[in-house]
């Protein structure tokens, strides 16, 4: 993919916002037209093109697979892109947090043919929700840590902004090392896709009890019961407070037993089979 400059900002009748930084990517040229400020939000080099690769690259690894989710997912027609992540400025390193929404243009094949949108540096925002959770949690958190069960709070980019100290020993980590971090961090490839699933019904409005398998620092599997009930604030989606229970060891009785009834079923048949052939 290539890149060319842009010094006009795009006219888009789906926001009402003012736009920070500006993509239109034809999809059918692999061509991304950007603007001067998409280039310094990103510090990037406005005298050189840049891939589509590129700009991921900038993106913090635990966030790059939910980024590329919603832009698969925005290419198949299911919906409009719009979501949170970080980067790391290429010219600084600086760790900024950025919004993105746009639109998938379809062409009368109904192949996606265009793509363009918006990006907003929303980092003091996120520092000042940080700042004003922290305060809360200072409140809170010696009630949250007598707790047996670990509570997992989580924001709608289902980002970590809360855990308590039962939770991330549950984990095998710190309190510190959740904060930030996706659900996803915590989950093996194969079930992502299943626990956004639920994360999406989160966002219904659908609360929810149940079984799931998560993964230790040490990468251990961590079977968990939870109970999750989703947040909205003046009727906005902002988040999920989950309820946790480590289910590890009742679980490994239950396959334990599981394997112990299949054999037993194994050696009944056996024993049939021969009485039959007597």
Same mark, same amino acid.
């Given at each position: 993919?290539s890149?060319?400059?842009?010094?006009?900002?795009?006219s888009?009748?789906?926001s009402?916002?003012?736009c920070?930084?500006?993509l239109?990517?034809?999809?059918?040229?692999s061509?991304? =037209?950007l603007?001067?400020?998409?280039?310094? *939000?990103?510090?990037l080099? &406005?005298?050189?093109?840049? !891939? #589509? /690769?590129?700009?991921?690259?900038l993106?913090l690894e635990?966030?790059?697979?939910?980024?590329r989710q919603?832009i698969?997912m925005?290419?198949?027609?299911?919906?409009?892109?719009?979501?949170?992540?970080? =980067?790391?400025?290429?010219?600084d390193?600086? *760790?900024r947090w950025?919004? &993105?929404i746009?639109?998938? !243009? #379809? /062409?009368?094949?109904g192949?996606p043919?265009?793509?363009y949108?918006a990006v907003y540096?929303i980092?003091e925002?996120k520092?000042?929700?940080?700042?004003?959770?922290e305060?809360?949690?200072?409140?809170?958190?010696?009630?949250?840590d007598?707790f047996?069960?670990g509570?997992?709070v989580?924001?709608n980019?289902?980002?970590?902004?809360?855990?308590?100290?039962p939770?991330?020993d549950m984990?095998?980590l710190?309190?510190?090392?959740m904060l930030g971090?996706?659900?996803i961090?915590?989950?093996?490839?194969?079930?992502r896709h299943?626990?956004m699933?639920?994360?999406?019904?989160?966002?219904e409005g659908i609360?929810?009890?149940?079984?799931?398998?998560?993964r230790?620092?040490?990468?251990?599997?961590?079977?968990?019961l939870?109970g999750a009930?989703?947040?909205f604030?003046?009727g906005v989606?902002?988040g999920v407070?989950?309820v946790?229970?480590?289910y590890?060891?009742?679980?490994?009785?239950q396959?334990?037993k599981?394997?112990?009834i299949?054999?037993?079923?194994?050696?009944l048949?056996?024993?049939?089979?021969k009485?039959q052939?007597?």
């Open positions: 993919f890149s060319r400059r842009r010094h006009t900002r795009c888009r009748d789906w009402s916002d003012v920070s930084s500006d239109d990517w034809d999809l059918r040229q061509n991304m =037209i603007n001067a400020e998409y280039y310094a *939000l990103h510090g080099d &406005t005298n050189e093109d840049h !891939s #589509f /690769d590129d700009y991921l690259n993106i635990e966030d790059r697979p939910r980024v919603m698969e925005a290419m198949t027609g299911a919906c409009d892109y719009e979501g949170e992540f970080r =980067i790391h400025r290429k010219n390193g600086k *760790l950025l919004k &993105t746009g639109k998938v !243009s #379809f /062409d009368e094949l192949a043919c265009r793509s949108g540096d980092t925002q520092l000042l929700s940080l700042k004003q959770l305060e809360v949690s200072e409140s809170y958190e010696k009630i949250f007598s047996h069960e509570i997992w989580i924001d980019n289902a980002i970590t902004t809360y855990v308590n100290k939770m991330s984990l095998g710190t309190q510190a090392e971090k996706s659900i961090s915590y989950v093996e490839p194969e079930l299943l626990a699933i639920k994360f999406s019904d989160r966002k609360s929810d009890r149940h079984e799931f398998k998560l230790r620092k040490d990468g251990s599997d961590c079977w968990v939870i009930k989703p947040v604030t003046e989606f902002s407070v989950g946790v229970t480590d590890s060891v009742i679980k490994k009785i396959e334990e599981d394997r112990k299949i054999e037993l079923e194994a050696l048949s056996e024993r049939s089979e009485k052939q007597l």
